[in-house]
């Protein structure tokens, strides 16, 4: 259903776009496909069957839908295309949230590995096998931390979210602490010797389950290299952003006066002294 809506959704917007002589780059229709069968394969697939029973699958499945998922999303670049071919209500909305405070909050690095360190950090606790073993938190876990992910990522791939140069250079550098940060709960579920979320119960159904040690050491294996190959994206992203708001500046000082510019000056060597 989910997937019906998101493809005749983008057409929709895809078609009204060229129909008001819009240009869309077809790499970006094609990152929304990926990210689309990335999703199907996740639902539909062996993690999706198995990962009620086995922490591997579940591990792999959560971090797809908050990494991967919504980074071919973002790069579909859905917002940019509903401003060019959707409804004028629903792009005015559309920019209202993507301006609004918690998206702004959330949609820079400063803020983005805390929410993933806390998201994951769930796997090292007792609640991971209460969650991952119900089927309600697998409903409530396909749509929102798909949802959430794109939170994060988002507002960095558009271009009508900009801010200041010295911003966008103190996310750059903090986007290199969540290298670390992010890789810390596959760390600590793979070298762990027990089991931590103390569900001890032997997996049954097909030969080749692991045993609950062996399926964590593997949840942590996939966590960490997935959590560390997910930020490549987010900082090719930030450096896209960065040279986005350093043309802007240079724009917005070109157009100034030699008065202006000599007036700014001074207010500067003020502020200094």
Same mark, same amino acid.
């Given at each position: 259903?989910?997937?019906?809506?998101?493809?005749?959704?983008?057409?929709?917007?895809?078609?009204?776009?060229?129909?008001?002589?819009?240009?869309?780059?077809?790499?970006?229709?094609?990152?929304?496909?990926?990210?689309?069968?990335?999703?199907?394969?996740?639902?539909?697939?062996?993690?999706?069957?198995?990962?009620?029973?086995?922490?591997?699958?579940?591990?792999?499945?959560?971090? *797809?839908?908050?990494?991967?998922?919504? %980074?071919?999303?973002? @790069?579909? =670049?859905? /917002?940019? +295309? $509903?401003?060019?071919?959707? &409804?004028?209500?629903?792009?005015?909305?559309?920019?209202?949230?993507?301006?609004?405070?918690?998206?702004?909050?959330?949609?820079?690095?400063?803020?983005?590995?805390?929410?993933?360190?806390?998201?994951?950090?769930?796997?090292?606790?007792?609640?991971?096998?209460?969650?991952?073993?119900?089927?309600?938190?697998?409903?409530?876990?396909?749509?929102?931390?798909?949802?959430?992910?794109?939170?994060?990522?988002?507002?960095?791939?558009?271009?009508?979210? *900009?801010?200041?140069?010295?911003?966008? %250079?103190?996310?750059? @550098?903090? =986007?290199? /602490?969540? +290298? $670390?940060?992010?890789?810390? &709960?596959?760390?600590?579920?793979?070298?762990?010797?027990?089991?931590?979320?103390?569900?001890?119960?032997?997996?049954?159904?097909?030969?080749?389950?692991?045993?609950?040690?062996?399926?964590?050491?593997?949840?942590?294996?996939?966590?960490?290299?997935?959590?560390?190959?997910?930020?490549?994206?987010?900082?090719?992203?930030?450096?896209?952003?960065?040279?986005?708001?350093?043309?802007?500046?240079?724009?917005?000082?070109?157009?100034?006066?030699?008065?202006?510019?000599?007036?700014?000056?001074?207010?500067?060597?003020?502020?200094?002294?």
């Amino acid at each position: 259903m989910l997937l019906a809506v998101a493809v005749v959704t983008y057409g929709w917007w895809l078609v009204g776009a060229r129909r008001r002589g819009a240009r869309w780059s077809a790499w970006r229709s094609l990152s929304f496909l990926v990210a689309l069968v990335l999703f199907a394969v996740l639902q539909f697939g062996i993690v999706g069957r198995y990962d009620q029973e086995l922490r591997w699958a579940f591990t792999l499945r959560l971090a *797809l839908l908050f990494f991967a998922v919504p %980074t071919f999303a973002a @790069l579909a =670049a859905p /917002v940019s +295309l $509903l401003r060019l071919g959707g &409804p004028a209500r629903w792009s005015a909305a559309a920019d209202r949230v993507m301006h609004s405070r918690p998206v702004r909050v959330l949609g820079n690095a400063i803020v983005a590995p805390v929410v993933g360190l806390v998201l994951f950090a769930v796997l090292l606790t007792p609640l991971s096998s209460g969650i991952r073993e119900s089927g309600v938190w697998a409903a409530l876990i396909t749509v929102f931390v798909p949802a959430l992910g794109f939170t994060v990522l988002g507002p960095l791939s558009e271009p009508g979210v *900009l801010r200041s140069s010295t911003f966008v %250079t103190v996310e750059f @550098l903090l =986007a290199f /602490v969540e +290298l $670390l940060l992010d890789a810390v &709960p596959g760390i600590v579920l793979r070298v762990s010797n027990h089991v931590l979320d103390g569900s001890l119960v032997h997996a049954v159904g097909q030969p080749w389950f692991p045993s609950p040690l062996r399926d964590q050491h593997l949840a942590g294996d996939l966590l960490w290299f997935i959590a560390e190959v997910a930020d490549v994206p987010v900082l090719v992203m930030l450096f896209v952003r960065w040279q986005r708001t350093d043309r802007r500046e240079a724009r917005s000082v070109d157009a100034l006066s030699d008065e202006e510019m000599a007036e700014l000056t001074r207010a500067h060597l003020q502020r200094r002294g």
